[in-house]
């Protein structure tokens, strides 16, 4: 099973303002020939899983951008799913871990992980296989991390670069499993 994260960051390594606002991201129907990968992305994978943060600000958009692909939302707290949404949507109070062997014996194939704390949640615990990260040519000075401390380095493979003419930077990069710490097993 593969776990994977696509998101788009500022330069200075934000995902998103301090009040969870987005306007430095591209208009994406100003921009909708290019959608830098992410729909080839998005029908490759089985499962997203999101923190709380990320569905709250999901739902906030009205129409629900993820169709019937299957979501699990991460919360530590009682989340009510809209009836329109509970044949694709759960929520689940869970460790990384818990969820990373639930989706294995599941069979699922790839896993998207999406929210900063949750892909920190990940991260940390070892789970993550490779990493896109969209830059923004934009420095907005604070605001929400994609990455946070972790308990010992986390080395990376470089896959690919693309540099898009509008100034954004995708790199594709691999994570280093050590098998000491591979929390999979
Ligand atoms: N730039 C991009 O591409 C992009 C992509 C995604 C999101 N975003 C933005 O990023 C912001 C959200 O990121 P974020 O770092 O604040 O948080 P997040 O990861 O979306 O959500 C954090 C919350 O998820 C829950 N959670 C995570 N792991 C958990 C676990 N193992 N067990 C139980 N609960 C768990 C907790 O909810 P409880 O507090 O309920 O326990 C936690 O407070 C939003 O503004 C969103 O729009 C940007």
Not at 7 to 33: C, K, M, S, Y
């Amino acid at each position: 099973m593969q776990v994977s994260v696509f998101i788009a960051t500022t330069l200075d390594g934000f995902i998103a303002r301090t009040n969870g606002d987005l306007d430095w991201l591209p208009n994406a129907e100003a921009e909708e020939a290019e959608d830098y990968g992410y729909q080839t992305f998005f029908d490759a994978i089985d499962v997203l899983v999101m923190g709380r943060h990320t569905y709250e600000t999901v739902r906030s958009f009205g129409e629900w951008p993820y169709g019937d692909k299957r979501v699990i939302v991460l919360s530590s707290r009682a989340i009510a799913i809209p009836r329109a949404l509970t044949d694709h949507v759960t929520a689940h109070t869970a460790t990384p871990t818990e969820i990373y062997q639930q989706l294995r014996a599941e069979d699922c194939q790839r896993v998207y992980i999406d929210g900063g704390q949750t892909i920190q949640g990940f991260l940390r615990a070892g789970l993550v296989d490779d990493i896109t990260v969209s830059r923004m040519p934009v420095l907005i000075g604070s605001g929400i991390p994609l990455f946070g401390s972790v308990a010992a380095d986390i080395h990376l493979k470089h896959l690919t670069t693309i540099a898009f003419a509008n100034g954004i930077v995708q790199t594709h990069y691999a994570v280093v499993k050590e098998s000491s710490t591979d929390a999979a097993g």
